[in-house]
Structure formats: structure tokens, C-alpha cells
């Protein structure tokens, strides 16, 4: 798995452009620096995401912040040599049958289990509608399986403001407490206090939200090449002549990705 340069630029590029607009306006940065903000708005998102899910599900969330700033396994040219790996298995049971396929298939699903399960209940004699149905459901609840830390990390981008604003509260109570004291107090008071509305909103908008719909379309990708994949196997269950498959499955795809076993053959 390589590094997403794309994700650390657009990242670098966000922050950097806060920071820079901070510096360029003034020289009293260190204002916006505050670990009591911080320990606000993260602590409280953390202790409410904690009290609201299953603590293994939080901390599924908080790596997966980390993956993003990865490559995905699936992409454009996996999906059409997932196209080419079915045609050439479509060829071999086309001559042996179902059971020619297992020892073809057994190096290439390693690591792939939901691979290994399609091609088990092909070669056991499934019917195609039997496949379909086992895998349809396979796929489905996988990705819900999948996807609950993208609540997750949706309900954390929806809850990090709020402790932002309750930070920014009780930083005024306090100022309001000590403003008899001395007045002169109060504008350094309130900027102190808005620091935490600041750090909620950013948490928010350029690390929970952007996490969440960068995994949750990932794991829509995955989705996709499962279903590709399992039509791929339902045809071959079917007995499907390896064109038909082709067809069937390009059918799935941009056409400018569409596999062509003739291309492949002069190849």
C-alpha cells in the first residue's frame, strides 16, 4: 500500500493556508496556540464518542483517520483486470467444468476472502441464483460492517463544535467572573475563550468529515468490485460462454476500462 500524495498535499495545503493567514495578519500568533482548547474539544468528542459506541469501534475510527493518508487497494486498472481474471477462469470451466476451476484459483485468492468464498461455491456446484444470493448478502453486510466507523466519525465532526461552543462558554464565565477586577482583561478574555469554537470547528471540517467520506467511498470502490466480481462468478456458475461474461461485466464499467479478449489474445 503506497502513500495517497494527493490526500498529504490537499492536507498540507488546508492547514497551511489557516496558518499562513494567521501569520500573514499578525505577529500575536501564539494566541491561537492553547492546550486547554485542545484538551476541550478532543478530550470531550473522544469521552462522548466513547460513551455513545463500543469502545472497539471508536478505536477503529481513530486508525482509519491515519489509512486514509494511503493509497486504496482497488482503482480503475484493478477493476478491469478483475474483468480479465474471470474471462480466463470463464475459459478453463468452460473446458473442465466447475472443479477444473480450484486448482487455477487456489494461488490467486490468497489474501482475498471473499474471493475464496465465491470461487468455493462454484466449484462445489452452486447454482448461479445460489450464488447470487449468498454473495449479495456477503457483500451487504460487509460493507455495514465497514462503514460504522464513517458514523462514527460523522457523529465526532458533529459533536467536536458543540464542546468547541461549551469550551467558548465557560471561557466567558470565567472572564465575566474576573472582568470587576480589571477591564482590561476582557478583549484578550474573549479571544482566549473563542479559540475553542475555532479548534471544534476545524477538527471538524478538515479531519472527521473529510476522513469519514474519504473511507466511506472506499469501501463504496470495495463494493463495487465485490459486486463485479460476484457477477463474474454467478455467470460462471451458469455456465456463461467467456464473451457474455465479458459483456456482462464491462457493462459494470467506464468504457474506457472495458476488457477485450480479443486484445488480450494478441497480446
Do not use: C
Not at 232 to 246: C, N, T, V
Amino acid at each position: 500500500m503506497g502513500v495517497s500524495f494527493s490526500t498529504i498535499i490537499s492536507l498540507l495545503i488546508a492547514f497551511g493556508m489557516f496558518l499562513g493567514s494567521i501569520v500573514w495578519e499578525t505577529d500575536h500568533y501564539v494566541i491561537f496556540l492553547s492546550v486547554t482548547s485542545f484538551i476541550m474539544v478532543v478530550g470531550g468528542t473522544m469521552a462522548a464518542a466513547f460513551v455513545s459506541y463500543e469502545p472497539r469501534y471508536v478505536i477503529l475510527s481513530l486508525k482509519l483517520i491515519g489509512r486514509i493518508l494511503f493509497t486504496p487497494k482497488v482503482g480503475r486498472d484493478i477493476l478491469k483486470a478483475e474483468v480479465g481474471r474471470m474471462i480466463r477462469w470463464a475459459y478453463i470451466v468452460q473446458k473442465g467444468g466447475p472443479p477444473a476451476l480450484e486448482s487455477e484459483a487456489s494461488k490467486a485468492v490468497r489474501g482475498d476472502k471473499f474471493l475464496k468464498f465465491g470461487i468455493e461455491m462454484v466449484v462445489s456446484g452452486y447454482s448461479g441464483d445460489e450464488v447470487r444470493d449468498i454473495m449479495t448478502n456477503l457483500i451487504e453486510t460487509t460493507f455495514g460492517r465497514n462503514t460504522v466507523q464513517v458514523h462514527i466519525l460523522r457523529f465526532m465532526a458533529s459533536t467536536s463544535p458543540a464542546f468547541g461552543m461549551i469550551g467558548t462558554l465557560i471561557g466567558l464565565v470565567i472572564m465575566l467572573d474576573k472582568m470587576g477586577a480589571d477591564p482590561t482583561a476582557l478583549g484578550p478574555g474573549l479571544a482566549l475563550a473563542l479559540i475553542t469554537t475555532l479548534y471544534g470547528v476545524l477538527f471538524a471540517r478538515l479531519v472527521y468529515i473529510p476522513a469519514a467520506n474519504k473511507i466511506m467511498q472506499r469501501e463504496q470502490i470495495v463494493r463495487f468490485r465485490n459486486y463485479l466480481v460476484a457477477e463474474g462468478l454467478i455467470l460462471m456458475a451458469d455456465r456463461k460462454s467467456p464473451r457474455y461474461i465479458q459483456d456482462k461485466m464491462n457493462s459494470y464499467l467506464d468504457p474506457a476500462i472495458h476488457f477485450n479478449i480479443d486484445k488480450a489474445r494478441r497480446k
